[in-house]
């Protein structure tokens, strides 16, 4: 639309680090958001509004940093409330940053399989981009552990760009992040 004021929506997708853990944003995303710092938003900080996301992958069997497989209803509240707390203090980091350069923002927290979760958020909040960090595995690790990023460039319903992280940023392991 010609003309028009409102800001481009940038979905951004984070994650923390496997490495370092929460509150730690991962390589790859903290490289996304870098770039599209420097790259999209540059001086025009009024012109975008932000979305940031972060998709938590549920505990599989519930016994995450348990030591004991008899676990009360309160164990599994404590978990739940531990998790959304790290959730948070991640997406404190983007917001943070936004803030100081007074570029608009929101962020939330969903639960589920990120791939899936980023692509039906898309389709809820129907931002211009979306925006997700790459670790730039190679064929046979992508057999193994599949890419979010890859999955979202076939399946969301806008615009994608996917920045992978620098070389010298890489962990030992490509997998790490």
């Not at 028009?4 to 940038?10: D, G, H, I, K, Y």
């Not at 680090?17 to 001086?43: E, N, Q, T």
């Not at 012109?47 to 069997?61: I, M, R, S, Y």
């Not at 979010?148 to 962990?171: L, M, N, Q, W, Y």
Request: proline residues 6%; contains cysteine.
């Amino acid at each position: 639309m010609a003309g028009s004021t409102e800001p481009t929506r940038v979905m951004v997708a984070v994650n923390e680090s496997s490495i370092k853990g929460y509150p730690h944003p991962s390589i790859s995303c903290r490289a996304a958001f870098d770039w599209m710092l420097s790259k999209l938003v540059r001086s025009n900080a009024g012109g975008f509004h932000l979305l940031f996301l972060h998709v938590q992958v549920p505990d599989e069997d519930g016994f995450d940093d348990m030591d004991s497989i008899y676990a009360s209803p309160e164990d599994f509240q404590r978990m739940k409330q531990r998790d959304k707390t790290r959730g948070l203090h991640l997406l404190e980091y983007f917001v943070n940053q936004c803030h100081q350069m007074e570029i608009k923002c929101e962020a939330w927290i969903k639960q589920g399989d990120p791939k899936e979760v980023i692509c039906s958020e898309v389709k809820r909040v129907q931002p211009d981009l979306l925006v997700v960090g790459s670790r730039g595995l190679g064929p046979f690790q992508r057999v193994f552990v599949g890419t979010v990023s890859e999955f979202c460039v076939k399946h969301a319903d806008c615009p994608v760009i996917t920045i992978k992280r620098k070389a010298g940023e890489a962990p030992q392991d490509p997998v790490d992040d």
